[in-house]
């Protein structure tokens, strides 16, 4: 794709409030986004910040099973669904003609069904001279909140077997918009890959936490993702997991590199944060001396001390 | 021919090299296409260290597209997109990365400045594993419609399969349940899913499950990792009971498979000895027994290599 | 009887094709005249919603039933409320030969059928060029499943 125009890049990092932003992305799943998300929002909140983790990964959150938390106050994603009312239906056919998905049907005259998808753009409402058309809302999916005192999650849940995970994701970062102001600092963490749900979740962040592992795999899909950051000049830096696999870390320094982005060593796959990741139990809470909470406590460390004035 | 997807909500629990070990076990007894469908990372080529025979561009995208000298700056078109995709204050600028195509913002604007044109938004990739062929998508760096790009793949691995007298195509999918996993299942016969013995990959897998039932395909689960932890292992099979989900295999992990990885090798062909290349030799036995017990409405029977 | 034979040309003499939606032509045959109105598909390159397209536009012109290789849940739907008889398993042979057997052997409704053969080995005619092998499966196919 061509450069993005500035325009663009300058709405993708707006935000309207001053809490700074980290996102935990990586390209690659099972790469241990979520462990980084989960394991540095604690560590956040063990330094007296109060912390946000938004789990935008709609399609398979677990963040909630990481931190043993409950999800509570639901709040539905709805979008806008088409209903064709045959009374005041002129049929004259603009909707048919304007649906880009093709997912009107017109059996008999006068007689408009929703057959297909729908993804709520309205166009057929628009064109509609006869006002013949009404608004139902449909569920796509919802948002979630839990947790207290200082670490409060947010997560966003598409219902299976729909596909408008990034309208999920786009509520999602709404409601924590309209609460920022009551974080010191805000942890976005993203579903796998490139996708636009991965773009949505990363907007306005002030640093990216590009996760991955040693294996060929993981240097493949760091290499998208870094690709995708320095495409909307998001600032980045590499956090290597699973370090104790026999992979080529030079390799993952040399993507970086090329990036002008600083590569971390952290957490080998060991007993300690296993038990962590199976029990719901933050490696920093859970074993706070174990060199995972430690690589943990150093990363907040640097993230307090640059980013909370 | 039948397609069996292989897919598993959560990412990184092992599909794209059970994809390809099944492949190559497979493969053996069968004349067979693999296809590629995580477009936003396809990596099953990696672990088959497949070679690029052919590679194209993908236009199977629509993004509106504004006219500068036309537009007069009403702002009518930000006001009716859904998708908060057009931005600027006096003049609109499209964020492509959220535009739909839908038109919605053409059928507003009254100086007709803009257009929906289709645009490129990934590559095809037709690349040789020994003697199988390998159908991979890749989405553009920014680009959206993965799942279009999806039905693309699905649609070249079938001409090629015909082509080839392929009577199977095995689809490593994406993970998560969007709309890159829906168009993956579309047309599928038969849903292989990964799991291991997590808390969040039973979540994961619960999910999906409820999206492949939506299909009514029939669906077994492959427990991987299986050993790595005992009430993990529990959880996942009692999930499996209750909802009367067959579990197809269970498989040991194993601490070469990586180092195996960073070799290039499979380690079903290099150490076929290990615990983890049986359970995946019965796997792909059992497989081969499923594709040839037929579903309703569904009687093509697999061509045989000979 | 006004029958839809899904084509990849505008006459009899042309290959069928046994898709719905992405079949380049629509063949409309009245079965009783033998008169063919051939109407091009515009959507058979659509992104989306090919199917439900080609319905709408077989709907219009007035088919009553469908002659095709397979059609998608979404499509049926469609056909089903227009009233469409749909008969599945269409050969890649010409369309004259198609509709020859198809006159001479009317075939079972998809529904129907569908309904007669549960638990049976059904039969669908796969994608155009598909088939080494396939030929033993359609002509049964086209004699319905009782």
């Known amino acids: 794709m061509d450069e993005l125009e500035p325009e663009v890049i300058e709405d993708f990092h707006h935000t309207p409030f001053a809490t700074p932003i980290i996102g935990v992305t990586g390209g690659k799943g099972g790469v241990g986004k979520t462990t980084v998300a989960v394991n540095l929002a604690a560590a956040l909140a063990a330094h007296g910040l109060r912390v946000a983790l938004v789990d935008c990964d709609v399609d398979a959150p677990n963040a909630d099973i990481l931190l043993g938390l409950t999800l509570a106050d639901e709040v539905p994603v709805t979008v806008t669904r088409p209903v064709f009312s045959p009374d005041r239906c002129t049929d004259c056919g603009q909707c048919l003609s304007v649906c880009r998905l093709h997912s009107l049907f017109r059996p008999r005259a006068g007689n408009i069904t929703l057959m297909g998808e729908c993804n709520g753009c309205e166009a057929c409402f628009l064109v509609c001279p006869a006002d013949a058309i009404d608004r139902e809302q449909r569920r796509i999916g919802a948002i979630w909140k839990g947790g207290a005192d200082s670490l409060t999650l947010y997560t966003g849940r598409l219902d299976p077997g729909l596909e408008e995970g990034t309208l999920v994701v786009r509520r999602l970062r709404e409601r924590v918009a309209a609460e920022a102001d009551r974080f010191d600092i805000i942890v976005i963490d993203t579903a796998p890959g490139i996708h636009c749900n991965v773009i949505e979740a990363l907007k306005g962040v002030s640093l990216a936490i590009a996760v991955t592992e040693p294996t060929p795999l993981g240097s493949h899909d760091l290499d998208l993702i870094l690709s995708l950051l320095a495409m909307f000049r998001v600032r980045g830096t590499v956090f290597v997991n699973r370090a104790d696999l026999p992979g080529k870390i030079d390799e993952i320094e040399e993507l970086a590199a090329r990036r002008g982005m600083g590569v971390e060593i952290g957490l080998p796959l060991d007993r300690q944060l296993l038990d962590s990741y199976v029990h719901g139990v933050p490696v920093v809470h859970l074993h706070p001396h174990s060199s995972a909470a430690m690589t943990f406590a150093g990363i907040a460390g640097r993230i307090t001390g640059e980013f909370i004035p | 021919m039948k397609e069996i997807v292989i897919l598993s909500g959560k990412g990184g629990v092992g599909k794209s090299s059970l994809t390809a070990a099944l492949g190559t076990l497979l493969g053996r007894r069968h004349s067979l296409v693999l296809a ?33 000298d036309r537009c007069v700056g009403c702002g009518l078109c930000t006001d009716v997109c859904r998708f908060d995709a057009i931005i600027g204050d006096s003049r609109p600028v499209i964020a492509r990365y959220s535009c739909e195509g839908c038109g919605a913002c053409a059928i507003a604007c009254p100086e007709e400045a803009i257009t929906i044109r289709q645009v490129t938004n990934g590559r095809l990739d037709i690349m040789a594993a020994g003697d199988h062929r390998v159908v991979s998508g890749s989405l553009d760096i920014g680009a959206s419609s993965s799942g ?59 999910r999906v ?98 | 009887m006004k029958l ?14 046994t898709s719905f939606g992405r079949a380049p032509w629509l063949l409309i045959v009245d079965t ?8 091009e598909n515009a959507s058979a390159a659509a992104r989306q919603g090919a199917g439900i397209a080609a319905a709408q536009l077989i709907a219009d012109h007035g088919a009553e039933a469908l002659l095709t290789g397979r059609v998608g849940p979404k499509a049926r739907a469609a056909l089903d409320a227009a009233g469409i008889r749909i008969y599945e398993g269409l050969a890649r042979e010409t369309v004259r030969d198609a509709l020859r057997r198809f006159m001479q052997n009317p075939p079972v409704a998809d529904r129907a059928a569908a309904a007669a053969a549960t638990g049976g080995g059904g039969c669908r005619g796969r994608g155009p060029g598909q088939g080494r092998g396939q030929g033993r499966g359609q002509g049964q196919c086209m004699r319905g499943r009782r």
């Open chain 3, 32 to 39: 009783d005249s033998m008169a063919v109105g051939a109407v």
């Open chain 2, 209 to 306: 499950v409820e999206v492949v039932q939506g299909f009514h395909l029939p669906l077994g689960v492959v427990l991987n990792r299986a050993d790595i932890f005992a009430d993990g292992r529990g959880q996942v099979l009692r999930y499996l009971d209750a909802h009367r989900i067959e579990l197809l295999a269970e498989i040991p992990y194993d601490p070469e498979l990586p180092r195996a990885l960073a070799r290039g090798e499979l380690a079903v062909t290099a150490r076929p000895d290990a615990p983890s290349s049986l359970a995946i030799r019965a796997l792909g036995k059992r497989i081969s027994d499923l594709i040839q017990r037929n579903g309703p409405g569904r009687a093509i029977s697999l061509k045989t290599m000979t």
């Open chain 2, 148 to 206: 279009r790009l999806v039905d693309v793949v699905k649609r070249r691995a079938r001409e090629l399969a015909g082509e080839l007298g392929a009577g199977l195509i095995l689809t490593d999918g994406p993970p998560g349940i969007g709309c890159p996993v829906i168009a993956t299942l579309k047309g599928a016969d038969h849903v292989v899913l990964v799991t291991e013995p997590t808390p969040s990959a039973l979540s994961d897998l619960g």
């Open chain 2, 36 to 68: 590629d469908t995580d477009v936003d990372a396809p990596n099953l080529h990696l672990v088959l260290g497949a070679e690029r025979l052919e590679s194209s561009p993908i236009t199977a995208s629509e993004k509106a597209f504004v006219d500068m």
């Open chain 3, 4 to 17: 839809c034979i899904t084509a990849s040309g505008p006459d009899l003499d042309s290959t069928t094709d």
